[in-house]
Every structure is written in C-alpha cells, then in structure tokens.
C-alpha cells in the first residue's frame, strides 16, 4: 500500500498494482480511519 499526502487530501493505493484505481480521503478522514486503526 502507498499512500500520498498533498493539501487536504490523502490519496491510497495497492503498490502492487501501481495502474490500478486511487482511493481518496480527506486529510480529517484519514486521521479518524488512523486513529482507529491504531486502537486509541
């Protein structure tokens, strides 16, 4: 997985299949999906 952090947004996708489809999220979504993950 690589992730891209630009002005607002972050943006995901599978390192594997580096032409596949981006996923896009804001900045404040991506900090709640991080902080979830992280169990805090």
């Known amino acids: 997985m690589e992730v891209a952090?630009?002005?607002?947004?972050?943006?995901?996708?599978?390192?594997?299949?580096?032409?596949?489809?981006?996923l896009g999220f804001t900045s404040a979504a991506w900090g709640d999906f991080v902080a979830y993950a992280a169990g805090s």
Do not use: F, N
């Open 5 to 22: 952090a630009g002005a607002g947004a972050v943006q995901v996708r599978d390192s594997k299949h580096v032409s596949g489809p981006l």
